[in-house]
């Protein structure tokens, strides 16, 4: 439905399981990115004992111009031969912000003086965390990685005309 009239440029879908006391529930990312927008949809199950099955699912459509970090990590073997059959990527993460969710990290801040007592406060810092899809050749097969890493270079490509 939130598609629209739109026609998808790149989309990519991620399927996992999540483990709540003693179930594994699945867990669905859909990635549609548009001329305009990234779909960025989420469906979990919901299996609890003696209830009916149920599903909820979320979309959230984000205007490219909002898209403020698409960060591509990638896990290489035999990195000193990329580019070449023998090196493989076997993970890849893919973090996009576009400023609705900020994680704040905080830890007691460290004094050098092991025989200190003082409180000297906390020091941390704030990320923005908006969305982060894992995909590991182990998990989910090389197929799937060489799709998040084309979906990938798609939305950054985009993302960097958007402004």
């Known amino acids: 439905m939130c598609l629209g009239a739109e026609q998808p440029v790149a989309h990519l879908v991620h399927q996992?399981?999540?483990?709540?006391?003693?179930?594994?529930q699945r867990h669905l990312t859909v990635l549609?990115?548009?001329?305009?927008?990234?779909l960025v949809c989420h469906t979990d199950e919901?299996?609890?004992?003696?209830?009916?099955?149920q599903a909820l699912s979320t979309s959230e459509a984000v205007g490219l111009?909002?898209?403020?970090?698409?960060?591509?990590?990638q896990v290489v073997t035999n990195a000193e031969r990329?580019?070449?059959?023998?090196?493989?990527?076997?993970?890849?993460?893919?973090?996009?912000?576009?400023?609705t969710m900020r994680r704040i990290d905080l830890e007691p801040t460290q004094c050098p003086d092991p025989n200190c007592e003082a409180d000297h406060g906390l020091s941390g810092m704030v990320a923005a965390e908006d969305l982060t899809?894992?995909?590991s050749t182990a998990?989910?097969?090389?197929?799937?990685?060489?799709?998040?890493?084309?979906?990938?270079?798609?939305?950054?490509?985009?993302?960097?005309?958007?402004?």
């Open 32 to 38: 549609v990115l548009t001329p305009t927008r990234l």
């Open 46 to 53: 919901n299996g609890e004992p003696g209830v009916p099955a």
């Open 139 to 163: 998990a989910d097969g090389p197929d799937k990685v060489q799709q998040l890493l084309s979906f990938a270079t798609a939305l950054q490509q985009v993302t960097g005309l958007a402004r």
């Open 65 to 73: 111009g909002k898209i403020t970090s698409v960060a591509l990590s």
């Open 16 to 24: 996992e399981a999540t483990f709540n006391r003693d179930e594994i």
């Open 82 to 99: 990329y580019g070449s059959r023998k090196a493989n990527i076997t993970e890849t993460w893919l973090a996009i912000a576009w400023g």
């Open 133 to 135: 899809v894992r995909i």
